[in-house]
């Protein structure tokens, strides 16, 4: 059965096999009983023959005198005569084992019950035969001769084969009857039952770019899973093009102004003969290059990090060896400005679960906003501990800290707080919101001891991303 459910192919032809195959197998069980059957019932017709026989043979057995005299009357053998050339042997003896009249060397029944017959299997002339046993009371004139006599009746099996066999036959036949009326009406019934399975294709393939849902109460119970399962595949799209039209839009919208200002200075610099002016171009060129390559790798995370942009994935992240790696390649940003980049950990171990990707960018943009918008001789501290099974990450600063009524606000895509003057593109931490949502976590602002901007990472320790897969 198991071998049914794996092979591809036919779904109609699939269906029968399952309904045809185990009436097959019920079938060939109720043959086999059918067959016992027949053979039971063949015993039945033979043992009633056997005993008429010898009960004919026992009444035609007569005292006279002080002698019995035993006659087989031809009706006792002639109804065995059925046209199936079996072969019947008999044999009358005294209850002490005297041989009246027949054959005297016929199979022995096990045991001899008063007046009861016994019906048993042997062999007789390298032949099975058939047989009954019978005590059959003899009535003399003086009730001192009064005996019993012991009447043996075998037949060989010919007849009784042809019995069984015919009985047999017939439970075979209509069994193979069944099982093909039953197939023919499963080919029918799977004909008009797939219309609603071939009506949902049909109504698949004229939506075309349609994403809408399927209406899930308008098909069938058994087809309700399918549509439900369709509905969500098609959410998956709708919000893997919506991701897709809004990095295009955002990436057009962004990178316009930066590359128009990058052809402008090229041009001075290729038009400008001072060798003095060239080089501040040149660096006001490498400068800007550098942003655009920043804002275009902020983009990328930001389109990886919406919900069904990706395959989510289970990694094991260590945050504190994410924290020291992000630190160590932030170092020479916060040496160049003179900021004190600090590691603080509360715990050994700090194991999340999530995209591994995007938890260690998330960290380089919360330490990378910092470094950005701390003035020159601050400190930036990235904080990591575990409460129970949360972990929190936290990075402190001692910039300008963010008003409590812009807090939420900054978290959108490429909002600026007004008279920051800062270079950025206001995706940092709409990226670090996106990130941790998707791993099932939390991210709040606050104010800094320090007076600057404390930000609080809140994850699940092993947390598994609930986003579906794309």
């Known amino acids: 059965m198991r071998l049914i459910s794996r092979l591809p192919g036919s779904l109609r032809v699939q269906l029968v096999s399952w309904i045809v195959i185990p009436l097959i197998i019920i079938a060939a069980i109720n043959l086999w009983v ?60 005294t209850s002490d084992h005297q041989l009246l009249t027949g054959y005297p060397d016929l199979p022995a029944p096990p045991v001899l019950k008063d007046f009861d017959p016994v019906y048993f299997y042997g062999s007789y002339r390298n032949q099975p035969v058939r047989l009954v046993a019978l005590r059959h009371p003899i009535v003399a004139a003086s009730a001192e001769l009064s005996q019993s006599v012991d ?16 009985l047999w036959l017939d439970s075979v036949s209509q069994q193979l ?41 308008a098909v069938q119970t058994e087809l309700q899973p399918l549509v439900a399962a369709l509905n ?39 038009r400008t003969k001072d060798k003095d002016e060239q080089a501040e171009v040149l660096t006001s060129i490498k400068t800007s290059a550098m942003l655009l390559a920043r804002l275009a790798a902020q983009l990328l995370t930001l389109s990886r990090a919406e919900p069904g942009s990706r395959r989510p994935r289970a990694d094991r992240v260590d945050l504190i060896e994410a924290g020291q790696l992000v630190l160590e390649s932030l170092a020479g940003k916060a040496f160049d400005r003179g900021i004190d980049l600090g590691f603080e950990a509360s715990t050994a171990a700090a194991i999340a679960t999530g995209d591994g990707t995007m938890l260690r960018e998330m960290i380089v943009n919360l330490v990378d906003n910092a470094l950005t918008y701390t003035p020159e001789g601050g400190s930036v501290t990235l904080g990591i501990a575990r409460d129970g099974d949360l972990i929190h990450l936290t990075v402190e600063d001692t910039g300008p800290g963010i008003p409590e009524n812009e807090r939420e606000h900054v978290f959108e895509r490429f909002y600026r707080i007004a008279g920051v003057k800062a270079d950025g593109s206001g995706l940092g931490l709409a990226i670090v919101r996106e990130v941790t949502e998707g791993a099932e976590g939390t991210v709040t602002l606050s104010e800094a001891r320090t007076g600057g901007l404390l930000v609080t990472v809140t994850l699940p320790a092993n947390s598994t991303i609930a986003n579906q897969p794309a």
């Open 34 to 93: 059918s067959w016992n059957t027949s053979e039971k019932m063949a015993d039945l017709v033979t043992d009633r023959m056997l005993t008429a026989s010898a009960r004919a043979i026992g009444e035609a057995t007569a005292a006279s005198g002080n002698t019995l005299d035993a006659i087989v009357p031809p009706v006792a053998i002639e109804m065995f005569s059925t046209g199936d050339g079996d072969h019947v042997y008999y044999s009358v003896a």
């Open 177 to 217: 009857v069944l099982i093909a009326f039953a197939a023919a009406l499963s080919l029918l019934g799977l004909r008009y039952g797939l219309r609603p399975l071939m009506k949902l294709r049909d109504n698949v393939l004229r939506r075309g770019r349609d994403l809408e849902p399927f209406d899930q109460a």
């Open 232 to 270: 969500q595949y098609m959410d998956r799209v709708r919000k893997q093009m919506a991701a897709q039209r809004r990095f295009i839009q955002n990436a057009a919208h962004q990178l316009r102004t930066p590359i128009a200002t990058l052809t402008t200075q090229a041009s001075f610099a290729l």
């Open 151 to 166: 009447v043996i009746v075998g037949v060989t099996l010919a007849g009784h084969t042809n019995i069984a066999r015919g």
